[in-house]
């Protein structure tokens, strides 16, 4: 049993309020836990199909949800499950007989075949797609919880009230829909990803911590996040009752949380060293892929999202290149000296981190950055729009959010039959470890192309 808690933050869960939390710290007391190396980058695609296949962003040639489909410069292609080439972990259960329940995990829509049952996941544009397989559990669906939810379609409008609302029903309904197949399907491997705890931190983050530039004592919605993990630990306490003694029980999150301090608005840097030239400047702040570029004057563009995306414009590579390729490593490391340097409104340093792609993957697939960039640890996120004319902004373009993603996870694992000593907290856990863990559990051979290992601590016996 996998239970996976999207954004889950090990500060919150292990730090904070464990002792709130009686069912995730039964597990930590009958088990192992620790914090979760993601990914990079941490984001939610690829992060839940690195988990679960075992291969990295490079391998899969997934960099986030939307993807350079070709070397043109507006052509993107959405990560969606027929991006994903490699196997995930319900696809080699199916093929040794295994009989999976998959709900929610992200990069599942649209369903493909497998020994069990799937809902996809927060992607699916609505229900009125085949958000199921098979096909008839779609109806089945809507005769348990009623309209099913796939995600909070809203929780960057600022209605906290409206938002909050809205995560606890979609949260109620996808674990009443887990229940409902726990008790009447037969299965050997079970998985839910639940997406509230991801939006409830981007909503209400600010409410919470009080190094949030934006946090007021005292705030109306200042116990909502704390309040929502007390919830879903009682969720996870009813889905326990499925797990008997000879089910091993894993909770996962993908990536952790932080606050978000502030955005750096990447394309108006480049524009103001000399990377990006405009035919046309905009008003007003204009999403990049509707602002007149000047290609045959541009060196550098860069996308929006939790971490920056730099893109160089390479002769022979782009239709209007400008850089020769023997230029190409000299304008990086340009570009990666200039990008660090970028203060915080007040000019101290913020610790951005930038990266080479094939640094940090054995296996480049795909049209890949030229340079991943974090700024400010990613306590900053990257801002793409065009017009503003500043490098600082307070104010996400996409609509309010208070945090930003962390690079570590949860990890738990209750093992079968008391299998190990418990109550012990461990490190080096990393996101590619586990599905190779779990195919250890099952006593099958692990695929010698995954990238990850099966932690050493668990027994199959």
């Not at 002792?19 to 695609?45: A, F, H």
């Not at 988990?51 to 960099?63: D, E, I, Q, W």
């Not at 200039?338 to 640094?359: C, M, S, W, Y």
């Amino acid at each position: 049993m996998v239970i996976g808690l999207d954004c889950a933050a090990p500060e919150l869960v292990f730090d904070r309020w464990l002792d709130e939390l009686p069912n995730l710290k039964s597990i930590c007391r009958s088990g192992l836990y620790g914090q979760l190396r993601s990914c990079d980058p941490p984001i939610t695609v690829p992060a839940w199909s690195v988990m679960m296949s075992s291969k990295s962003p490079g391998r899969l040639g997934v960099y986030g949800f939307r993807n350079r489909a070709d070397y043109s410069y507006d052509r993107y292609s959405i990560a969606n499950s027929l991006a994903i080439k490699e196997d995930r972990l319900w696809d080699i259960l199916s093929r040794s007989g295994k009989r999976s329940i998959v709900i929610g995990v992200p990069g599942t829509y649209p369903p493909r075949p497998l020994n069990g049952l799937m809902v996809t996941d927060f992607l699916t544009p609505d229900t009125t797609c085949q958000y199921t397989h098979p096909s008839e559990l779609k109806q089945e669906i809507e005769q348990v919880v009623g309209e099913y939810i796939l995600d909070v379609r809203d929780f960057r409008s600022g209605n906290k009230e409206k938002i909050l609302g809205d995560i606890y029903e979609m949260t109620r309904k996808r674990f009443q829909l887990a229940r409902h197949l726990l008790a009447k399907e037969d299965w050997d491997y079970f998985m839910i990803v639940e997406m509230g705890m991801d939006r409830i931190h981007h909503a209400f983050w600010d409410n919470m911590d009080p190094a949030h530039r934006l946090y007021e004592p005292g705030n109306k919605f200042e116990n909502a996040i704390h309040d929502y993990y007390r919830e879903v630990d009682r969720e996870i306490g009813a889905l326990l009752a499925f797990a008997d003694d000879a089910t091993a029980v894993l909770v996962v999150s993908d990536h952790g949380a932080k606050r978000m301090d502030g955005g750096i608005c990447v394309n108006e840097w480049l524009i103001a060293n000399g990377y990006l030239a405009l035919a046309e400047k905009p008003a007003r702040a204009t999403p990049f892929s509707k602002v007149k570029i000047d290609w045959s004057r541009t060196k550098a563009w860069g996308d929006g999202g939790y971490y920056a995306r730099i893109f160089l414009n390479v002769a022979g590579r782009e239709p209007n290149g400008t850089i020769a390729p023997g230029d190409y490593e000299k304008v990086r490391d340009d570009l990666t000296a200039g990008l660090k340097a970028i203060p915080d409104e007040n000019g101290h340093e913020i610790g951005t981190q930038v990266f080479r792609p094939e640094e940090l993957y054995k296996e480049v697939r795909g049209v890949a950055p030229d340079l991943i960039v974090y700024f400010g640890a990613l306590f900053w996120r990257s801002v793409g729009s065009v017009g503003d004319g500043k490098i600082h902004t307070f104010e996400n373009d996409t609509g309010p959010d208070g945090a930003n993603h962390a690079e570590n996870g949860v990890f738990l694992f209750r093992p079968t039959n008391g299998g190990i000593s418990g109550g012990r907290q461990v490190d080096g856990l990393r996101i590619i470890d586990v599905a190779p863990t779990i195919l250890r559990l099952f006593r099958l051979p692990i695929p010698l192309d995954m990238e990850g290992k099966a932690l050493a601590f668990v027994n199959c016996d």
